[in-house]
């Protein structure tokens, strides 16, 4: 697994549409991703089980590879403890990191999996985007929207919705 999780990259995921016009196997994939509402979003690693996931569910998310700080970011501001209770340093010690940014550091790493940490809710609940959407939510991001696989750019959006 060492070799293999050098290998791996960290991708964003955010959920930008509803699924009023989804089809039944879109709503699962998505429900798979625990992405159940608007401006959530989740951190996964690039396997291709997850990529083919990403790839179902295209027209509804915008997903790309994070940086470490954004991870870092995410975790501080967003992550939660069940409860809805803020992450604290008691939580990251009891799990074996001594900061926070040991922890971000692991996920960016996909040396462990986020929504596999105990106590803690899997999914980071965002605001909308700050001055809204830079192109339509219906259009992909090739085109001139904000849907699909946007790269290293997924850390702008982030950015302006925590």
């Not at 790309?64 to 970011?73: A, D, F, L, R, Y």
């Not at 809204?132 to 959006?157: A, D, P, S, T, V």
């Amino acid at each position: 697994m060492g070799e293999e999780a050098k290998e791996r990259k960290c991708i964003a995921v955010v959920r930008i549409r509803g699924t009023i016009s989804a089809s039944r196997h879109v709503r699962e994939t998505l429900k798979m991703l625990n992405l159940t509402r608007n401006n959530h979003a989740v951190l996964l690693d690039d396997r291709p089980s997850f990529l083919g996931m990403l790839k179902t569910a295209q027209n509804f998310i915008a997903w790309g590879e994070t940086s470490k700080e954004i991870v870092n970011m995410m975790i501080r501001e967003r992550g939660r403890a069940t409860g809805n209770k803020k992450l604290a340093d008691e939580y990251f010690q009891k799990i074996g990191y001594e900061t926070l940014e040991g922890l971000a550091e692991a996920v960016f790493n996909c040396q462990i999996e986020y929504w596999k940490l105990p106590h803690t809710q899997t999914v980071f609940k965002l605001h909308p985007p700050s001055k809204g959407f830079k192109g339509k939510i219906k259009k992909g991001y090739g085109m001139g929207g904000e849907l699909g696989y946007r790269g290293e750019k997924i850390n702008e959006l982030i950015k302006r919705m925590l």
